[in-house]
């Protein structure tokens, strides 16, 4: 089955700097990747996804980018603000196929 | 509804007592999925369902678990002679399709004593 790798486990960076999170898949049959934020106490929220007929993707401070050759994503976020502190999962699944496997989450605080 | 949810939000139970959570997907979401969330750990699948196809249970973690689905409505997940090593947040989410996103719903907190 799919196995997916995240680092780090915990990430601190100052407010205004960017925060990089990596994620790496095992089965290269695997085209749908999501990113979730957990903050504290609260549910997973989707907060973006990529589909692996392209390679970067981005919504405001927000950028995902897959390199499929090598089976790693990455979740990057510019300009950090306070309210980015939260646990992030990544996920990969096959298309057409409903087991989405999550990262073990890395935790974000950005320091103020 | 406007989105996932999820009753009861906090259970506590007795070890050997059996649970029943229960999940109301968002309207016209065919797919509905079960995780579970131990404290500080990442989300574990447990149960998937689409329409009126089988379920995928592979990620049950044992023949104690099982889940239910009438049609695309309200699911339950039964838990039978409850462990204290099922205490953890049991997750719903529900999708418009298998490759759409997942909106999840706020969880049951289940502890087990």
């Known amino acids: 089955g799919e196995n997916v790798e995240q680092h780090p486990s915990t990430l601190s960076v100052q407010e205004g700097d960017s925060a990089v999170i990596k994620c790496t898949y095992s089965d290269s049959a695997s085209n749908y990747f999501p990113w979730y934020k957990q903050e504290l106490g609260k549910r997973p929220q989707l907060i973006i996804d990529?589909?692996?007929?392209?390679g970067e993707k981005k919504d405001q401070r927000i950028a995902v980018t897959l390199n499929k050759t090598a089976k790693h994503f990455s979740l990057h976020i510019t300009e950090t603000q306070p309210e980015d502190s939260a646990v992030y999962f990544c996920a990969a699944s096959m298309g057409g196929y409903q087991k989405v496997t999550f990262g073990t989450g890395t935790k974000l605080q950005v320091i103020p | 509804g406007a989105g996932v949810s999820q009753s009861p939000s906090n259970k506590v139970t007795e070890k050997g007592k059996d649970v029943e959570l229960r999940c109301d997907p968002i309207?016209?979401?065919?797919?509905l999925y079960w995780y579970r969330q131990r404290l500080g750990q990442g989300l574990e699948f447990l149960i998937y369902f689409q329409g009126n196809s089988a379920p995928d249970k592979s990620g049950l973690p044992s023949d104690r678990f099982s889940a239910e689905r009438t049609g695309e409505s309200v699911s339950t997940l039964t838990i039978q002679r409850t462990q204290q090593e099922d205490s953890a947040v049991y997750l719903c989410a529900s999708s418009l399709g298998v490759e759409d996103g997942r909106t999840f719903g706020s969880g049951t907190r289940l502890t087990v004593v």
């Open positions: 309207s016209g979401h065919t797919a």
């Open positions: 990529i589909r692996s007929n392209v």
